[in-house]
């Protein structure tokens, strides 16, 4: 292997790229391998396979993101994990090593939400500057690299004890496309990666290396071609511009807590939905003094973290769920757009459990009491399944600056998020087919959960046709400033059924493509 | 993390130095055990009362009738500190007193799990409560040797996964 490449801070013609998880770790690499030189910001520390842990909590003081953040609005998660907003890493690779797994692509209809389902009270709908056909070969793409199931002739992975649960009871309420998913799991060895051997642990990083993330392909792959230098323990604090209004680099705190100046061509920010924003706010100067890429004022807004919930059933005798992989089961039937059900929009069902120490936490916070106990007495006997389904972006559910700061002394991000009455409606829907499902195979008690604190965090910088309805161009380019992209998935137009990582992808490696074309052509 | 220990004394001798505190726990001079002296906790800046009345409130937060005390005992230890004195203090006294309006010399004077769940309720808002059952949710089911009682196996990395040790094992579909 090549040595890393190791690059000045005054070299200007880097492209630096702040975060290394799904989108801004495929970007990097994408772009070193079609030889553009790249600098790659990470906040926090590297881990691989050897260093993940199987214990919930162990684990989660290892990955998680828990620099301060704050919240606000009527979200339960507001109330019960205030500091919390997100489950997200912070770790080379990104939250790509907590990531379940689960691979799908876009319905066509969803490309287009505003026209499809026409405008929604209260919402902020909008149609994508894309569609599935300008998608289809990135999402080729994509699912090559990440190896997905059921797609390419790759085999799908064998059901564990949760999925035969899910999927009897599936059939029997009338069900028709149930399966064990497009998962970025291997289920036969592939790319240099071995078979998956349901260990279950799938959040908390594959010991195996069987699931696809950054953190052990992209990464040292982008490295290997000695075009791409990874920094970890780089905080980014803000983004620098001329009097042009091209961005000229970023201002970053190092592992000693030093701050540093890193000079570049290009700015990509792929900090996720949370981190982007309060990035760009963060840079605000005299000549943008709303902050970067925020002309149309729609920096932070329309944050999305999917209408979710989880449905969990005890029954008389054990399941054993947290055997084998965590989320390779989904039904797809309620993911159309039917709004006969009371909503537009829909939402999968996948397979999904929790160890005992995070279904102590997750089942239903801040409950005690043998209502509680008991169904943690039946632990043992339970299965379960999450619910991931579309919401509604709307203007005020946002990111915001808050008061509060970090240990650099930088304004954390505010994450206000109300439900919509259309996320109530298919949250209710769908917890009502749930408990259908696990009663058609002889559950003695359904429970439907409240959402967790989020793992899909979208929108936020959103891409848009018009640049007064977002923020970013339908190559994740700045409707303002040329040479700024935003690489993750704060980028989404609006959330879809589907979880969002092999779009993500699918967009990195297009904007890849896109970046090293303008700078051939000399326009970045 | 625990404090926990085997005393070498006989039921005799520890029921004769206790005090009353109910069925659960009985309480001497720095410590509480176990009436069968099964277990005991020493306590070094709180009462044993206030050690003994965490440890039923334990119970009466996240009560699993297959669970053993000294798990609760395990799980509040680590209020037997200077730190956390003064709120364990008052969040007892304020507690007692709600016992008292309920009609009981205090919270373990209430002789049935109801009782003292209603007791719970009328203070579940306060910080003290909000604390206990806060920690509890780490502080009792993060303890891996209650992880078998609830079936659940842990880690699974270092025997291969259940590729070859049953996650479809399944047999009652």
Redesign the interface.
């Known amino acids: 292997m090549a040595k890393a490449a190791k690059f000045d801070l005054t070299d200007d013609s880097v492209v630096v790229i702040v975060g290394t998880g799904a989108g801004g770790g495929v970007l990097a690499n994408e772009l070193a391998q079609k030889g553009v030189k790249v600098v790659a910001l990470e906040a926090g520390g590297r881990y691989l396979p050897e260093d993940y842990i199987n214990d919930e909590w162990e684990s989660f003081g290892q990955l998680a993101w828990t620099d301060p953040r704050t919240t606000s609005g009527d979200w339960r998660v507001a109330k019960d994990f205030s500091g919390l907003p997100a489950w997200i890493v912070k770790a080379v690779g990104g939250t790509s090593i907590h990531w379940a797994g689960a691979s799908l692509r876009f319905q066509d209809h969803e490309w287009k939400a505003l026209t499809n389902y026409g405008p929604v009270e209260g919402a902020n709908l909008l149609d994508w500057p894309l569609d599935s056909a300008e998608m289809a070969s990135w999402y080729d793409k994509a699912e090559a690299k990440l190896g997905v199931t059921g797609v390419g002739g790759r085999a799908r992975l064998p059901g564990n004890n949760n999925y035969k649960v899910f999927e009897k009871g599936a059939l029997a309420v009338g069900y028709k496309e149930v399966h064990t998913g497009n998962m970025a799991i291997n289920s036969a060895d592939y790319d240099d990666r071995m078979a998956c051997q349901q260990t279950g642990f799938c959040f908390q990083g594959c010991k195996w290396g069987a699931k696809w993330s950054s953190a052990y392909t992209d990464i040292p792959r982008g490295e290997a071609t000695g075009n791409l230098e990874v920094r970890d323990h780089a905080h980014v604090a803000r983004i620098l511009h001329d009097d042009k209004g091209r961005v000229t680099g970023v201002e970053y705190f190092d592992k000693d807590g030093n701050l540093q100046m890193q000079k570049a061509r290009i700015v990509a920010v792929a900090g996720n939905s949370f981190e982007s924003p309060r990035l760009l706010l963060n840079s605000h100067s005299t000549m943008f003094p709303d902050g970067l890429a925020n002309r149309s004022g729609q920096v932070g807004r329309n944050y999305m973290r999917h209408t979710t919930g989880s449905v969990y059933a005890t029954f008389e005798h054990p399941v054993r769920m947290w055997r084998g992989t965590t989320m390779a089961g989904i039904i797809r039937d309620e993911a159309r757009h039917d709004p006969s059900r009371g909503f537009v929009g829909g939402y999968e069902l996948e397979t999904l459990s929790l160890g005992l120490p995070f279904m102590a936490a997750f089942l239903d916070p801040g409950a005690w009491g043998r209502e509680f106990t008991t169904a943690l007495d039946s632990y043992e006997n339970m299965a379960g399944m999450w619910i991931v389904g579309e919401d509604m972006p709307q203007a005020d559910n946002r990111v915001t600056l808050s008061d509060t700061t970090d240990a650099f002394g930088l304004k954390v991000a505010n994450v206000n998020f109300s439900d919509h009455p259309n996320d109530i409606a298919m949250r209710n829907h769908a917890y009502a087919r749930g408990q259908a499902i696990y009663k058609a195979v002889g559950a003695t008690r359904t429970l439907p959960t409240p959402p967790y604190p989020s793992t899909h965090n979208l929108g936020t910088n959103r891409m848009s046709e018009r640049p007064e309805d977002g923020v970013v161009n339908k190559h994740g380019q700045s409707h303002d400033i040329p040479n700024l992209f935003v690489s993750d998935g704060s980028q989404f137009t609006t959330g879809a059924a589907e979880n969002p990582t092999l779009t993500i992808v699918a967009l990195a490696i297009r904007q890849a493509d896109h970046i090293t074309r303008e700078m051939a052509a000399g326009n970045v | 993390m625990s404090q926990l220990r085997k005393q070498g004394l006989t039921r005799r001798a520890l029921l004769s130095r206790a005090v009353a505190t109910g069925a659960l726990a009985v309480a001497g001079p720095g410590f509480i055990a176990a009436p069968d002296a099964a277990w005991a906790v020493e306590v070094t800046a709180i009462s044993e009362h206030q050690m003994a009345t965490l440890l039923q409130m334990a119970r009466?937060?996240?009560?699993?009738d297959?669970l053993g005390d000294r798990y609760y005992a395990v799980a509040v230890k680590s209020y037997d500190v200077t730190d956390q004195k003064q709120m364990v203090a008052e969040g007892i006294v304020a507690l007692d007193a709600a016992a008292k309006q309920a009609g009981f010399d205090n919270y373990l004077a209430a002789g049935w799990e109801d009782e003292r769940?209603a007791i719970l309720r009328s203070i579940?808002d306060t910080p003290f409560f909000q604390t206990v059952?806060g920690g509890l949710?780490?502080g009792?089911?993060?303890q891996k040797g209650?992880?078998p009682i609830?079936?659940?196996?842990?880690?699974?990395?270092?025997q291969?996964?259940?590729?070859n040790?049953?996650?479809?094992?399944?047999d009652?579909?």
């Open positions: 009466d937060i996240y009560p699993h297959r769940v579940e059952r949710v780490t009792l089911y993060n209650i992880w609830f079936g659940y196996e842990g880690e699974s990395f270092s291969g996964g259940y590729i040790r049953g996650f479809d094992d399944i009652w579909l």
